[in-house]
């Protein structure tokens, strides 16, 4: 018996590559004034530039002028004019205060050093308030009115009680001026031909709050000495001393030349965030309620007023500093932003303590605390603010904006009287009281106007206040100033896989911030590295504190397959496999993905193909030798463009020797073929066997 042996020849090919971020117009009345008669404080941008003399310096003791000719001395022993008229039928038992007393609420002295209230005269309230360097004296000259309060005298045109502009223009052609006042240049102590102040003054309430007021109502009286401004104060016999004095020097403050702090005011929409005498810390209405109007005046303006020669900061070091209470001493800093002297944004500390025209405030704590404000003074001609105020643009404006800065502790549960302590910091992200900062605002719609200025941005300071301490009757503390930085870059932002790791770089390095994010990557990709800022560093420009993110990307590499041949049998139909991995060039691809993308069959060789894995599955027709077929697989892949590779199908003569998978029919028929041989050669080896036995 003979042997068959089928033989089935199997060649695999198996490629594997690897690769891999607060006016009550109780000061300054806004009126329309009549024709001839009055003309408002505040000047607008037509009006003419009023001259500003220069009368001394502001931080000797002597007399000195804060504004233009004929506003009051600040400086020295100014003399002011108090008119205190009442009418005819004045209910005199309703009055609870006298002509003596009046005179005490503008000139009394006994509480210049040892006040029992913050509002106990004028006199006191200033001299306390310039450290001793203004103590304002002066003349009450009492009118009565030639009729009563309502008569048609006082009256204009439609029956409106006006008791200023008629009711002065009387008093003044009245008054027999040589008998009142023997010694006129007395009342001008700075000589510049204007009388140092004049004040009307009624006993009774009138409808008419009080106001400052510079006027055509001009008086030429002795010696050649001049009116020119005046202010109002009325009700002086109906009101208490507090509310009296508070508006009295209110109005004073005025006529020294600078205006209000009213939260519905230009200078800050929301208010200052600090009750003062100019300012009151709480709102009712439309207008801030008088008796809340106590505080001593900012320390801003004694700087303008020259009773406080500040620390100037502007230092790129860091710098200690140590204030005497603001209330009692001449201490205060001034801290420029962007170490810049001539920068316009300045931050002013003063360290307050509850004693002498601060005794009555609600605020600070015991021991006293540190407020900041953020004032954006007014340029001179020559863009720096004149320290000699010599240069101002206009009465009243030597700042467009003053505001107190919040603290970021969470005991002080109110919104207004900011005071830090000992653990809080002040940085470039903390709140101003005026919602409109951070970012910049126009002001042409402000009142009074200011065109079209835009105002500087709180963030933009790279101020750090920090380590603050309050003993012993001073507080210190710590200022980091840091130049705004600018923005950096990626110095390379698009990259090509090429099987190993790539990282990102900074254009400019600077150590106030730090790169982290995507830094290094492998694989094609979109990438985000990102720019933190360290403590103490701002952005000079967008979000100061914001985190920046930087995208970057590794595009994928261009690669090109290796083309194949499949044969088959001829006049065979039969089922075939193929790895597809011979198909790719000597890189890793383990994240290929394989399909097919066409088939080009115009023998109708091929029946069906599909992919399994990573293995293409095929089946053949019957066909002759010498026919062929084109199947094109796309490969895909994470870190290469795709590509496509063309597997050809030929059909051969006999067995072919070239098999990268099998053919199943094939291995069947061979398989029948031997077992029909092995019955046919049995059968015959049966007859032969028993024709021998015959």
């Keep these: 018996m003979k042997k068959f042996r089928v033989i089935t020849v199997c060649l695999i090919l198996l490629f594997t590559v690897f690769g891999g971020f607060f006016n009550i117009n109780n000061g300054f009345e806004i009126r329309k004034a009549s024709a001839g008669s009055f003309t408002q404080k505040n000047p607008t941008q037509s009006e003419p530039l009023i001259p500003l003399p220069k009368v001394g310096n502001p931080h000797d003791n002597v007399t000195y002028s804060a504004a233009g000719y004929g506003t009051m001395p600040c400086v020295g022993n100014p003399k002011i004019i108090v008119v205190l008229i009442s009418f005819p039928d004045d209910n005199t038992g309703s009055f609870i205060n006298s002509d003596l007393d009046i005179e005490d609420f503008f000139f009394e002295d006994s509480g210049?050093?040892?006040?029992?209230?913050?509002?106990?005269?004028?006199?006191?309230?200033?001299?306390?308030?310039?450290?001793?360097?203004?103590?304002?004296?002066?003349?009450?000259?009492?009118?009565?009115?030639?009729?009563?309060?309502?008569?048609?005298?006082?009256?204009?045109?439609?029956?409106?009680?006006?008791?200023?502009?008629?009711?002065?223009?009387?008093?003044?052609?009245?008054?027999?001026?040589?008998?009142e006042i023997d010694d006129w240049d007395s009342y001008d102590v700075n000589n510049d031909g204007y009388i140092d102040g004049l004040v009307f003054a009624t006993m009774r309430a009138t409808p008419h709050r009080g106001?400052?007021?510079?006027?055509?109502?001009?008086?030429?009286?002795?010696?050649?000495?001049?009116?020119?401004?005046?202010?109002?104060?009325?009700?002086?016999?109906?009101?208490?001393?507090?509310?009296?004095?508070?508006?009295?020097?209110?109005?004073?403050?005025?006529?020294?030349?600078?205006?209000?702090?009213?939260?519905?005011?230009?200078?800050?929409?929301?208010?200052?965030?600090?009750?003062?005498?100019?300012?009151?810390?709480?709102?009712?209405?439309?207008?801030?309620?008088?008796?809340?109007?106590?505080?001593?005046?900012?320390?801003?303006?004694?700087?303008?007023?020259?009773?406080?020669?500040?620390?100037?900061?502007?230092?790129?070091?860091?710098?200690?500093?140590?204030?005497?209470?603001?209330?009692?001493?001449?201490?205060?800093?001034?801290?420029?932003?962007?170490?810049?002297?001539?920068?316009?944004?300045?931050?002013?500390?003063e360290y307050v303590t509850k004693s002498n025209n601060n005794m009555n405030m609600e605020r600070p704590e015991s021991g006293g605390g540190l407020r900041f404000w953020h004032v954006k003074m007014n340029a001179g001609p020559s863009g720096v603010f004149d320290a000699d105020r010599t240069s101002r643009t206009y009465i009243s404006r030597p700042y467009d904006l003053i505001e107190t800065i919040r603290p970021n502790h969470t005991r002080q549960q109110i919104d207004y009287n900011f005071f830090y302590y000992p653990g809080d910091t002040l940085t470039p992200?903390?709140?101003?009281?005026?919602?409109?900062?951070?970012?910049?605002?126009?002001?042409?719609?402000?009142?009074?106007?200011?065109?079209?200025?835009?105002?500087?941005?709180?963030?933009?300071?790279?101020?750090?206040?920090?380590?603050?301490?309050?003993?012993?009757?001073?507080?210190?503390?710590?200022?980091?100033?840091?130049?705004?930085?600018?923005?950096?870059?990626?110095?390379?932002?698009?990259?090509?896989?090429?099987?190993?790791?790539?990282?990102?770089?900074?254009?400019?390095?600077?150590?106030?911030?730090?790169?982290?994010?995507?830094?290094?990557?492998?694989?094609?990709?979109?990438?985000?590295?990102?720019?933190?800022?360290?403590?103490?560093?701002?952005?000079?420009?967008?979000?100061?504190?914001?985190?920046?993110?930087?995208?970057?990307?590794?595009?994928?590499?261009?690669?090109?397959?290796?083309?194949?041949?499949?044969?088959?049998?001829?006049?065979?139909?039969?089922?075939?496999?193929?790895?597809?991995?011979?198909?790719?060039?000597?890189?890793?691809?383990?994240?290929?993905?394989?399909?097919?993308?066409?088939?080009?069959?115009?023998?109708?060789?091929?029946?069906?193909?599909?992919i399994t894995n990573k293995l293409l599955n095929f089946s053949v027709n019957s066909i002759a030798a010498g026919k062929t077929a084109d199947i094109t697989v796309l490969i895909q892949s994470v870190n290469y463009e795709d590509f496509s590779v063309v597997l050809k199908i030929e059909s051969v003569e006999g067995v072919p020797e070239e098999n990268n998978g099998t053919n199943d029919n094939n291995l069947v028929y061979y398989i029948a073929a031997g077992i029909a041989a092995s019955i046919f050669l049995f059968s015959m080896l049966l007859v032969f066997t028993r024709k021998r036995k015959l």
């Design 211 to 349: 106001g400052y007021y510079s006027n055509s109502l001009s008086y030429t009286l002795g010696n050649g000495k001049k009116t020119f401004p005046f202010i109002y104060t009325p009700g002086l016999a109906t009101r208490s001393r507090i509310q009296s004095v508070c508006t009295i020097a209110h109005e004073i403050f005025h006529l020294m030349g600078l205006g209000d702090f009213y939260f519905h005011m230009g200078l800050n929409r929301e208010g200052t965030g600090a009750s003062s005498i100019m300012c009151s810390s709480n709102v009712s209405g439309d207008l801030e309620v008088m008796h809340n109007l106590l505080g001593d005046i900012p320390g801003i303006t004694k700087y303008i007023f020259g009773w406080i020669n500040p620390q100037h900061i502007a230092s790129a070091s860091e710098t200690q500093v140590t204030l005497s209470s603001f209330s009692d001493a001449p201490s205060m800093a001034v801290i420029h932003a962007h170490n810049d002297i001539g920068n316009m944004n300045w931050y002013v500390a």
């Design 429 to 610: 992200f903390s709140t101003p009281t005026n919602s409109n900062y951070p970012g910049t605002i126009t002001t042409e719609n402000l009142t009074p106007p200011l065109g079209n200025a835009v105002l500087g941005d709180w963030t933009d300071s790279g101020i750090y206040i920090e380590h603050i301490e309050i003993a012993g009757g001073v507080a210190s503390f710590t200022v980091n100033e840091n130049t705004p930085l600018v923005r950096p870059s990626l110095s390379q932002s698009t990259f090509t896989f090429n099987g190993e790791a790539q990282n990102v770089t900074l254009n400019v390095s600077d150590l106030g911030y730090y790169l982290g994010g995507d830094v290094t990557r492998t694989n094609a990709g979109n990438y985000t590295a990102t720019v933190t800022l360290n403590e103490g560093y701002a952005w000079d420009a967008g979000t100061s504190d914001e985190i920046l993110n930087l995208p970057w990307s590794i595009g994928k590499a261009i690669v090109s397959g290796i083309p194949a041949t499949k044969t088959v049998p001829e006049h065979v139909a039969g089922n075939y496999s193929f790895d597809l991995t011979a198909l790719l060039p000597a890189i890793f691809l383990s994240t290929a993905v394989f399909s097919v993308d066409s088939i080009s069959d115009a023998n109708d060789l091929i029946s069906s193909a599909d």
């Design 112 to 179: 210049k050093s040892n006040p029992t209230h913050q509002l106990d005269s004028l006199r006191g309230f200033y001299y306390r308030s310039s450290y001793g360097k203004l103590d304002i004296t002066g003349t009450i000259i009492k009118y009565t009115a030639q009729y009563n309060y309502g008569a048609d005298e006082y009256k204009t045109v439609g029956g409106v009680i006006d008791d200023r502009q008629f009711l002065f223009r009387e008093a003044m052609d009245n008054i027999n001026w040589g008998v």
